[in-house]
């Protein structure tokens, strides 16, 4: 059985055409354009596509704010660390511990000793640099070594695993006085 090409080759031939791509000629005349199921398809493709690097956009965003976050905690562990070291003795007398979720020194508290100043403008930078993640920060000492704990609310995994509670991303530094 010959086929379609072959059918049309003949075709234009007996008509005196020299070949089926000739206007009007055969199955080229059914080639023209896009159909509107082609047009369609590659519609949904693109969405598709562009849906995938919009949800690729929105999680390198919160990646980053996460970097970010953990970056502020760096520089805040090191700020404090610097201010004991500034008032060792103090330091090593214990003057700087606290725990995480500890309240903040009063004014009138923070006026009796340099430590206590410390504490509270460190602390007060701590909640504006981790605002709205609830940021908190500890000092746990034994003897020379020092352990610096910053810790603020993990959003991002809180929805990833549908938490009901808070769950706590947290960087600690270690170190000697």
Known sequence: MPSLRALALRQCTAEGRSSPRAAGCGAAQSQRGTSLMEVLVTLAILTLGITAMTQLQVTALKLNHSAYMRSQAVALSYRVLDAMRAN??????????????????????????????????????????????????????????????????????????????????????????
């Open 88 to 177: 060792r003795g103090d330091a090593l007398f214990g003057a700087y511990d606290r725990a995480p979720g500890d309240p903040i020194p009063t004014a009138a508290e923070a006026g009796s000793s340099v430590a206590a100043a410390d504490l509270r403008a460190w602390l007060h930078s701590v909640e504006n640099a981790m605002r709205p993640y609830e940021g908190q920060a500890g000092i746990d000492r034994n003897a020379a070594e020092v352990t610096i704990t910053v810790r603020w609310r993990d959003r991002l995994r809180e929805e990833r695993l549908g938490a009901r509670g808070r769950l706590w991303e947290e960087f600690s530094v270690v170190t000697q006085l």
